[in-house]
């Protein structure tokens, strides 16, 4: 049979409109978080009095405070209902939080921002079973890998251009805030049209009945998703990856300002070259793993997370600047090129690494079950993230640096990697078999 581009799924019903309204999630959510938290950094006293770190890792936590708090609410609903018109329910949701933002832009009302970051955090709890589990039901096996990893591209490529317009917006004056006041309202109205274009995409499970305890539910999710091994180990191995992230792109903006001495368009490079990366890796996938799901990419990916995020610590030692510099003068820097260069190769092994994942769970979990374990995965990547601003407030703190910060993450990437491929031996014989293949 003749393997087609993933790339001519873009051009289809049962995928594009859904591409579409995902992509458009992903970067009204990032618009929003990157222009809040760079007028915080870059103009904090006019906004508040308290310390710019703290509020560079609180406010990533709190957006992902519902993924813990309704996942397992959220996993049910994708399960019951048509998955096209919860969509547009979801959609229509993210609408008026854009609204309750937009009084808090115009009021400078910080309290009421973070309201909405709530709001937005928990816009995309209830979408992000709807998200993965809507794939499998329209894509074919030889398709997955293709289809996945155009959203985690669209999903990066989505936070990579909100993050860049989200910094450029505010930064405007005078009109800065009513820009990005406007403008993540059009792009929620934006993203429920193409929710209207979306298929009919059935219930697997209509007849379920919702449980609104969400403890009991939220344990009865990760028990049930604990019996199967291999998609367990892949959702702990999946949320470790946003544990990673959460830390790395937390400490982006005061990395940017303290120690590369850059203004925000500095900042705003490091983010386009990460997200670019992982586009870039997730595109890869298809091709490297031949139009099928190889986890043997995994402990590839994780291979390179270590190396490249330890050398991001080395490299930072060799940078210097003599005073601030904005994106043109910041190339003419000694070690300037390998900072970035390290970011471009975080992004793209974070791409390998996280793909593979989710088609293993897709393709190994009961599909009566699917929007239910991906809920149950998204739980522990609330957790997770959670986890990990909680421990980069706590070793800030106690003195670290944010450079030594990459070099303890590097570290613990790797212990994690060969915990999991120590419980999950099927990593290290799949890459074994690839690397043979490649070589």
């Given at each position: ?8 799924l ?6 594009a409109?859904f591409?579409?309204?995902q992509?458009?999630?992903a970067?009204?959510?990032n ?9 915080l950094t ?5 906004w ?8 560079n ?6 957006f ?12 049910q609903?994708a ?8 969509t547009?329910y ?16 115009m ?6 921002l ?36 155009l959203?985690?591209?669209?999903t ?24 990005v006041?406007?403008?993540t ?9 193409f929710?209207?274009?979306m ?11 919702i ?9 009865a ?11 367990f180990i ?10 990673y ?5 937390a ?36 091709r490297l ?33 003599t005073?601030?510099?904005d ?12 900072i ?7 992004g793209?092994?974070?791409g ?13 979990c ?9 809920a ?26 944010i450079?030594?910060?990459?070099m303890?993450?590097?570290?613990l990437?790797a212990v ?12 290290v ?6 690397a043979?293949r490649?070589?």
């Amino acid at each position: 049979m003749r393997k087609t581009s993933q790339f001519v799924l873009l051009t289809q019903r049962r995928f594009a409109p859904f591409f579409c309204a995902q992509f458009l999630g992903a970067f009204n959510d990032n618009v929003f978080k990157t222009a809040l938290l760079t007028a915080l950094t870059f103009d904090a006293l006019s906004w508040t009095t308290l310390d710019r770190g703290l509020l560079n890792n609180l406010i990533p936590g709190l957006f992902i405070l519902p993924f813990v708090l309704f996942s397992a609410l959220s996993g049910q609903l994708a399960d019951k209902f048509e998955k096209s018109a919860l969509t547009r329910y979801v959609k229509l949701l993210e609408i008026a939080i854009m609204g309750i933002a937009a009084i808090g832009w115009m009021q400078q009302n910080l309290w009421l921002l973070i309201a909405a970051v709530v709001g937005m955090g928990l816009h995309s709890t209830l979408f992000g079973p709807v998200k993965y589990a809507y794939l499998p039901q329209k894509l074919a096996p030889n398709e997955l890998v293709g289809g996945n990893g155009l959203v985690e591209m669209g999903t990066f490529v989505g936070i990579l251009l909100g993050e860049v317009l989200g910094a450029v917006l505010v930064s405007q004056r005078p009109w800065g805030l009513e820009l990005v006041a406007g403008g993540t309202i059009a792009i929620a109205i934006a993203g429920w049209l193409f929710a209207r274009a979306m298929p009919v995409s059935p219930a697997p499970d209509p007849e379920l009945k919702i449980n609104w305890n969400i403890a009991s539910e939220t344990v009865a999710n990760l028990r049930f998703s604990k019996q199967n091994k291999p998609v367990f180990i892949a959702m702990l191995a999946n949320s470790w990856f946003w544990f990673y992230g959460a830390i790395l792109l937390a400490q982006f903006p005061l990395y940017a300002k303290d120690y590369l001495q850059g203004d925000h368009s500095v900042f705003v490079l490091l983010l386009t070259i990460f997200s670019l990366g992982v586009g870039t890796g997730s595109l890869l996938c298809e091709r490297l793993s031949g139009h099928k799901v190889e986890i043997g990419l995994v402990p590839l990916g994780a291979i390179g997370l270590t190396i490249f995020c330890f050398d991001l610590y080395l490299a930072s030692g060799t940078y210097s600047a003599t005073s601030s510099v904005d994106i043109a003068s910041y190339f003419q820097q000694t070690g300037s090129a390998r900072i970035v260069f390290d970011c471009l190769m975080i992004g793209i092994f974070g791409g390998i690494y996280i793909v593979p994942l989710f088609a293993l769970v897709q393709t190994r979990c009961e599909p009566t079950h699917m929007s239910r374990t991906i809920a149950g995965m998204n739980i522990l990547n609330a957790l997770f993230m959670v986890v990990a601003a909680l421990l980069a407030m706590v070793l800030l703190k106690a003195g670290l640096t944010i450079p030594q910060l990459f070099m303890v993450t590097a570290i613990l990437n790797a212990v994690v990697c060969v915990l999991v491929c120590w419980a999950m031996p099927e990593f290290v014989q799949r890459f074994c078999a690839w690397a043979l293949r490649k070589g």
